[in-house]
Each structure stands twice: as C-alpha cells, then as structure tokens.
C-alpha cells in the first residue's frame, strides 16, 4: 500500500444513534484493500434519500456504521491499495462510496472520478451531479419542446438549467417563491406556484394551447406530484420520475396512462458504471459553461452538526436547496 507520510491512526466519523440523532465517533483511519482507494474528504453532499432513515422507521437498525449514509463525497487520495493503477497521491476524486460523513472513506478504484485541476477548491459532490446528468439523458429533452418540472430543489434547478440550455421552453413548478426566482433564473420560461391541482393543470393547458407537454419531470418523490405530472404529460409523451419514491407505495392513474400513450421512465441509475458516466458528463458541462452548480450548494455544515443539515434537508427554509457537509 503506498500512502502520503503523518497520516492519522484515527478520524472523526459521524453514525446516526436514533431518530435524529447523531454521535461523532473517534475511530481508527481505513486502509484500502485491493483494488480500493482512500480519499481525505473535502466534504460530502447530504441527500434527500437519508431522510427516511433519519426519521427512524420499523426496518432501521441504530446505530449506522461511521460514516454511513454519506454518499456525496469528493477530495484527495492519500492511500492506494495493491492492484491500483492509474492514480496517485495527491489526486482529486468524487467518490462513489458509501461512507461519507467523515474524515476519509475507501472507494473502490472503478468507483473514483478524477476531477480535473480547473475544478480545484471548488464543491463537488458528483454523485448528485451525475444523478441530473443522467435523468437528463433518459428524458430525451429536444430542443422546442416544452417540458414541465414538478420540484424545484437542488434536482429540479440543475435539470431546469440543462433543458433550458438545450431549447426547452421549462414550465417550472414548486411550492417555494424562492425555488420559482431560481428557476427563472436558470432558464424556465414560466413558474407556477405547486398550490392548487385543477389550476396548475389549466395553467399548463393556456400556456401550450391545450396540447400539454410532451415532456414532464417529476422531481419530487410524492404521490401528489407523480399524479400531477400524469395529468401535464401529452399524448405519446414521456413522463420522467426524477423523485425518490422512498415512503411506500404509490397509485397511479393507470386509465389516463393508458389512453394517452405515454412512455413512464424511472430515471434512476442502479448500474455504476453508468452513474460514473453520469459525473464524466457532469464534469464537462460544468468545464464548458453549460452549468454552475456551485450557487446550488446554499447551505455549508461542519461534520459535528450534521444533525442540522440533515434537518435543514428534510424542513427546507427558505433560501435552502442542498447541504454539504465538511470535515
């Protein structure tokens, strides 16, 4: 194993000890097996998918490994394991690993993304980024289409910004004035408060004259807003889900799927060397201009009130959109 010289033998590391509840653990630094990387965290990005756990439900057990539900990170290599070509120390990585919310984590080599130097200093939590890029990519957004966005959270503006980029004409709709001001700001056309079912849906009707949208992304993970988006969805159009839809099981208005002919795309990507590709392309549309997460990242946590972020992530007041945490 090859490793940078006064590493420590142990780290702070965060494990979640009950609903809402957190402890920070002193435990021993890892080092990597084959085939693996350590990496000195820079931070992690905290993710709306921890909130089921973090609210303590019948099938979680207590207390998590350290580190664990962290999946955002980024930062440095400071240990290689045998097996491991192609890096050294010194490299800036985002990971793909699972332990996160801590000092450092292991990453399995085929798992790290290189970040190139002219993102040094700046956040990058690549697998959110990567998690846009490819939604993005499975929604098949053409340019003067008019696609609708239900949700206009960390998700929703990246992908607003990117089918804005592409020629959509983006119908955002949230519940937060301040997510429609962000979303205006990145490229939508028209904002519509999410408040009001049957006035939404008339709304969408005036502004496309009664055809709907032939694209429609549903970024929110509740059943209200799935429904929503079945009924803006136009014929032969696809409907995108985009929401973590985490709490249990949902109903859908089969009949009206069924009589409009739409394709129902679940977007999420299981396979890693797609959610790999999905940071590579990220990186590129960050490198070119195409998009700048960086105002995303509104709320920044040190590692020991992690409890506060992860609060903040599920009771989002205003002017929130995405946490990260640092070490």
């Known amino acids: 194993m090859l490793q940078t010289p006064s590493i420590p033998k142990t780290m702070r590391a965060a494990s979640v000890t009950g609903p809402g509840r957190i402890s920070i653990q002193q435990v021993p630094v890892p080092n990597p097996a084959v085939g693996q990387l350590r990496v000195r965290l820079e931070g992690c990005g905290v993710c709306a998918s921890n909130l089921g756990p973090w609210s303590g439900p019948d099938w979680m057990t207590f207390p998590t490994d350290p580190g664990a539900l962290g999946h955002e990170g980024w930062g440095v290599i400071d240990a290689i394991g045998e097996g491991v070509d192609g890096y050294q120390a010194g490299d800036r990585i985002a990971t793909l690993s699972c332990n996160s919310y801590a000092e450092y984590d292991l990453v399995e080599a085929s798992a790290a993304i290189p970040l190139p130097d002219a993102l040094a200093g700046r956040k990058f939590p690549g697998e959110p980024l990567g998690c846009a890029m490819n939604i993005f990519r499975r929604s098949d ?16 503006a990246v992908l607003t910004r990117l089918a804005s980029d592409a020629g959509a004409r983006v119908i955002a709709i949230s519940r937060r004035s301040f997510a429609l001001n962000l979303a ?3 490229g939508a056309a028209e904002t519509i408060a999410l408040d009001d079912h049957q006035a939404i849906i008339a709304r969408v009707q005036a502004l496309t004259k009664g055809v709907l949208c032939p694209r429609v992304i549903e970024a929110v ?9 079945g009924e803006l969805t136009a014929e032969g159009g696809k409907l995108i889900v985009a929401g973590y839809h985490q709490d249990g099981p949902r109903h859908v208005n089969m009949q009206l799927w069924n009589w409009r002919g ?3 795309i679940n977007a999420h990507e299981r396979d890693g060397r797609r959610v790999a590709d999905g940071v590579l392309a990220a990186i590129d549309a960050v490198l070119s201009g195409r998009l700048d997460p960086e105002r995303l990242f509104t709320h920044t946590y040190p590692l020991e009130r992690l409890d506060e972020a992860l609060d903040a992530t599920r009771d989002r007041p205003d002017g929130f959109l995405k946490a990260v945490v640092v070490p």
């Open 184 to 186: 205006r700001e990145m």
């Open 262 to 264: 739409i394709d129902v």
């Open 141 to 156: 957004i053409q340019g003067g289409q008019v696609v609708a966005i239900i949700g206009i959270g960390f998700l929703g």
């Open 221 to 229: 993970g509740k059943q209200w807003p799935l429904d929503l988006a």
